[in-house]
């Protein structure tokens, strides 16, 4: 059965060091997704993509964050100069369709630890 | 804006005990609602999911059902197992998902 993947799964960085996080979306997914949920809280909204474009983007989504589908399989996100406050798990998600009833699809996240 | 209200846990039950878990949402569309559920250490997996007022989703012994007139989607399972213990997120979606704050359930046996 396809699933998303996502590497690593535990990254450890310096505060202000840079750091990017890679998905594998499912192959035939257009529409692609990343969400973050710091420990214990839930789970929020950063930003869509499609059709190598931004298609929304939330409040936390600054202009420290930037996606990027480099090649056509995988999907990231960059953080340019991490803070504390951005330790927290990372999920990329997947579907092959925006209407609502459309599965998301999650990979297992990325646990990021900033120092 | 849109939004989804979850009840606080933990909720700590006795196995077999009867499981509810309440959700209510604000949404200005149609959304579609969803159940997802989290075990220690792992991500998230879609349980269950209803796209129309009335529908009923299921799942492993889980149900909800969407009501609109109360916009509510309240996740019930009629005897729960040990293994069932994890978070629950309730979400609705219009294209991103929306989640509540998710409810972490404990089964002892």
């Known amino acids: 059965e396809p699933e998303v993947t996502q590497t690593p799964s535990h990254q450890v960085t310096q505060m202000g060091q840079e750091v990017i996080l890679r998905c594998v979306p499912i192959s035939n997914h257009l529409y692609f997704y990343w969400y973050r949920q710091i420990l214990g809280q839930k789970v929020e909204f950063l930003v869509s993509f499609y059709n190598n474009e931004i298609s929304e983007k939330s409040e936390i989504f600054d202009d420290q964050f930037s996606v990027e589908r480099p090649d056509g399989s995988n999907f990231t996100l960059k953080i340019r100069s991490t803070k504390l406050e951005d330790s927290a798990m990372y999920f990329c998600?997947?579907?092959?369709?925006?209407?609502?009833?459309?599965?998301?699809?999650f990979g297992p996240g990325t646990r990021l630890t900033v120092l | 804006g849109d939004s989804v209200t979850q009840m606080e846990g933990p909720v700590t039950l006795s196995e077999e005990a009867f499981l509810t878990i309440n959700c209510t949402y604000t949404a200005t569309g149609y959304p579609s609602l969803f159940w997802y559920v989290q075990y220690p250490g792992e991500g998230l997996q879609l349980l269950l999911k209803?796209?129309?007022?009335?529908d009923k989703g299921s799942n492993k012994g889980f149900e909800a059902t969407y009501r609109k007139e109360t916009t509510s989607f309240h996740l019930e399972k009629g005897s729960v197992q040990v293994s069932d213990s994890a978070v629950y997120f309730c979400a609705l979606r219009t294209d991103k998902l929306i989640f509540g704050t998710g409810t972490r359930l404990q089964v002892f046996p």
């Open positions: 998600a997947s579907t092959s369709s925006p209407d609502s009833y459309n599965e998301q699809f």
């Open positions: 209803a796209t129309k007022a009335d």
